[in-house]
Nanobody, 124 residues
Framework: QVQLVESGGGLVQAGGSLSLSCASS???????KGWFRQAPGKEREFVAA????????YYADSVKGRFTISRDNAKNTVTLQMNSLKPEDTAVYYC??????????????????WGRGTQVTVSS
């Protein structure tokens, strides 16, 4: 497992942007990393993932075209750039990691490493 720490959440108006960052403790870039979110009263859902080598990304349909995931393996960070935010994007966002899987597989996998989450609130 790897330790993950999220940052960058906050309050933003609809149509605005936020950038989330996830710092990790892994020394070798073997972890595919992604973001999940959980809104009040709802189940946790997949948002986006990026393969361990940065070679591919995968997004939930609800965020495709608005969110962009990227990583800097030299700095052990993953960033989720969120644009054109909507009130329905309001949730606690969690960084997650799983070794040596594809980005698409993370949408169907229960990762073995999780951060504690950061709140994103989008006002209408």
């Amino acid at each position: 497992q790897v330790q993950l720490v999220e940052s960058g959440g906050g309050l933003v108006q609809a149509g605005g942007s936020l950038s989330l960052s996830c710092a990790s403790s892994d020394r070798f870039s073997i972890y595919t990393k992604g973001w999940f979110r959980q809104a009040p009263g709802k189940e946790r859902e997949f948002v986006a993932a990026i393969r361990w080598d940065g070679g591919s990304t995968y997004y939930a349909d609800s965020v495709k075209g608005r969110f962009t995931i990227s990583r800097d393996n030299a700095k052990n960070t993953v960033t989720l750039q969120m644009n054109s935010l909507k009130p329905e994007d309001t949730a606690v966002y969690y960084c997650a990691a799983m070794p040596l899987i594809t980005a698409e597989s993370m949408a169907r996998t229960l990762p073995n490493s999780w951060g504690r989450g950061t709140q994103v609130t989008v006002s209408s």
